[in-house]
């Protein structure tokens, strides 16, 4: 799970202040998530499911790997190369609660 939405925030070029932002957290306390094996408070993996647009499953799935994890970011049209877009795109779905 820690490993998994690092790869995500990386795979779309995204800094984890700016993450750390949507969740009214400290980038050092994203950061503490991403890179230690504790468990991830159950709302902090909702928020991001929902800033992501994808299923809260991708999140907690041991047998979801980065292939199904790019191809479900490829499912949200995320332009991958250009940060602004992708940062458009994740606060529309943070304000339409689309998951």
């Known amino acids: 799970m820690n490993r998994k939405i690092k790869f995500i925030r990386e795979t779309l070029n995204l800094t984890a202040t700016e993450i750390s932002r949507f969740l009214n957290i400290s980038s050092y306390k994203y950061i503490y998530y991403e890179k230690s094996s504790i468990d991830i408070p159950c709302e902090i993996l909702l928020l991001l499911a929902k800033i992501y647009g994808i299923s809260f499953a991708i999140l907690i799935d041991n047998n979801i790997g980065e292939n199904d994890i790019i191809l479900e970011l490829n499912k949200q ?20 609660n689309l998951n």
């Open 77 to 96: 049209s995320y332009n991958f190369k250009n940060k602004l877009d992708t940062l458009k795109k994740l606060e529309y779905n943070f304000a339409n």
